[in-house]
């Protein structure tokens, strides 16, 4: 692909939660550090992303961050020219002086809605299709997702090399889990888990503690640690507690930076994972996952949870299949858990294997940064 040195304009609204600024913080660095482009990241909550990067000056209004000009979004807009390419992150509204400098260009720039991630099938006929436009200015649909003729998935050059090399080396997994304070038992399995709030959990944990295998459950901080309190029959959780239940040993581990969490994925023998941005991370980490999807009006996002597990379920055995799925869905209700998760760990290496093939598999497509870039290239 020709090395083009373009201006680009990345929008970012914090909605809730961490998953619009992961998403764009990865997508603004890898535009840098791998397409040679200018990149502004315009953001609204410098506080949510300091917690991904914690190197972040939350009171400079610009500051550049890993190659990454960082502009906090101000009340009042600046003057400023609009760039050659401008995405708007999750549909989030651009201000509307930088839309008149957009249209004040001689040559208008490509403006993209960056969609969120979904396995539906309509993504594939609605992606790179026109949105609205403003005067001169036509905006495109941009879908990421897992099949072709979609925009793909965030994975940066080399990705999955580095995570190969860091599971064949247990002395990196060491080094990396005892900064973390974790000294993981040799026989336990290690469950990293990252989700919303679930009714759902006190049956996992109860199956987990009175199972034959150990267990070392890290938990980041975050919105799930309520529940892990509650069954743990404790007051409030701080990062570095650990409780011991049966054969569950439970750690609360610090929110770590987003390269962090990779390897925390890395290390574990099975993910509980949310939202957008952490479940792709789990697939690229080829280990069995389990996805908290963010809960939509109408239950819509039950659809999207379906779409996924028809795709993902592909290739597995009817019963292995069905275990998996009967987890996801479990948990995604915030039902019992106990039956599903022992039927999933009958199933133990073949979704082993399963999460590497798909790994594999999702790999082949083009990463989505560059299909953002050959979708500009093409556009010109
Ligand atoms: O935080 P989320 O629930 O974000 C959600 C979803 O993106 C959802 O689709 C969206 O509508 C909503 O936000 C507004 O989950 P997600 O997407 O996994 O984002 C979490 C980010 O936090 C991700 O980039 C990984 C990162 N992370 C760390 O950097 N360190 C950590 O320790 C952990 C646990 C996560």
Known sequence: MPELKTRWDIFCTVVDNFGDIGVTWRLARQL?????????????????????????????SQQWQEGVEVCHWPS?????????????????QLPHDYMDAMAAREQPPLWLNLDYLSAEDWVIGCHGLPSVKYQNVQKYFFFPGFQKDTGGLLRERGLLERRQQFQLSSAAQQQFLQGLGIERA?????????????????????????????????????????????????GELAVGALHVRQALTVQVLPFVRQDQYDYLLWCCDFNAVRGEDSFVRAQWAARPLLWHIYQQDDDIHLDKLEAFLTLYTKGLSTPAAEAISGLWRSWNAGADMAEHWLATRKHEAELQNHAQAWCLEQALQADLATALVQFYVNWI
């Open 76 to 92: 009042e807009w600046p003057v400023t020219s609009a760039a050659d390419v401008v995405i708007g992150a999750f549909a989030c």
């Open 186 to 234: 040799c026989d336990a399995q290690l469950i990293s888990l990252f989700a919303y709030e679930n009714t759902g959990l006190a049956s996992w944990l109860d199956t987990l503690a009175a199972d034959s295998t150990p267990t070392h459950l890290l938990v980041p901080e975050g919105r799930v640690l309520g529940d892990v309190e509650r069954w743990l029959s404790v």
């Open 32 to 60: 840098v550090a791998e397409h040679s482009v200018d990149v502004r990241l315009w953001v609204d909550d410098l506080r949510a992303f300091e917690r991904l990067c914690p190197q972040i000056d939350i009171n400079l």
